[in-house]
């Protein structure tokens, strides 16, 4: 887990956010286009009474309450649980405070990179269930790519596939890595791993790539938004 200093954001800039914990983060970036670009078909097939999902990055928790109304909607004959989780504990205790109201919601302080299968599996086990049903990952391969590097961004990817039948997910593309560089240098940091990554350019294409390689295939992307993301889903192959 980083330490408190890395988790504020550096010089007089709110945008200058290490691991892109953002404060008011759904004010700019609103939570009903992103699930203005959810279809029914990104979401599985499943008929079980309880659909187990996880939110990365969640932030203070305004779009992970939107997906749960979504799926109330998609699966109205099931109960919806989410895990939520962020890297940032004073997010999530902001999201615990304003969403307190809704049991079917769990808000955790998580390094996903560091804690995530131990974690992830102890929720899983206490559901009975051995795979989330959905796992949503909006706007988070760049934080953990450009922080810890290619390996960990590869590592990552696969434990979404081991932990899951669907992957709805919304990659950042290189030139969203190169204006965080450009920010956090205004701010008098850095990332220091930023010149020394190999997946650059392709970074889109890369994540396709791996997510495809093996037991899930692709079956939805949205039109980009107004800030130049595409939501994808993936589905794990049944056979």
Avoid at 185 to 194: I, Q, T, V
Avoid at 213 to 222: A, D, I, P, R, T
Wanted: charged share 25%.
């Amino acid at each position: 887990m980083p330490l408190e200093s890395e988790l504020s954001f550096r010089g007089n800039d709110p945008g200058a956010a290490k691991y892109g914990n953002f404060i008011n983060y759904y004010t700019f970036h609103s939570c009903k286009e992103r699930t203005d670009n959810l279809r029914a078909s990104m979401f599985p097939n499943v008929t079980d009474e309880i659909i187990l999902c996880l939110d990365i990055g969640c932030n203070t928790g305004e779009l992970t309450v939107e997906l749960f109304s979504t799926l109330t909607k998609t699966y109205p004959k099931s109960e919806i649980k989410i895990l939520a989780v962020d890297i940032d504990p004073t997010l999530i205790h902001r999201a615990q405070e304003m969403f307190n109201h809704n049991s079917n919601i769990t808000f955790m302080t998580l390094d996903i990179l560091n804690d995530g299968h131990n974690a992830l599996q102890t929720f899983l086990c206490s559901h009975n269930k051995k795979l989330f049903d959905i796992i949503f990952c909006f706007s988070v391969t760049m934080w953990i790519h450009i922080n810890s590097g290619d390996d960990a961004l590869c590592a990552f990817l696969l434990l979404l596939k081991e932990k899951t039948r669907c992957i709805i997910i919304e990659p950042q593309p290189w030139k969203c890595y190169k204006n965080a560089q450009r920010r956090m240098k205004r701010s008098g940091s850095y990332f220091e791993l930023f010149e020394t990554l190999q997946i650059r350019d392709n970074v889109d294409k890369v994540i396709e790539e791996i997510l495809v390689n093996g037991n899930f295939y692709k079956v939805y992307e949205s039109p980009s938004s107004s800030w130049n993301r595409k939501i994808q889903s993936y589905h794990l192959n049944k056979s």
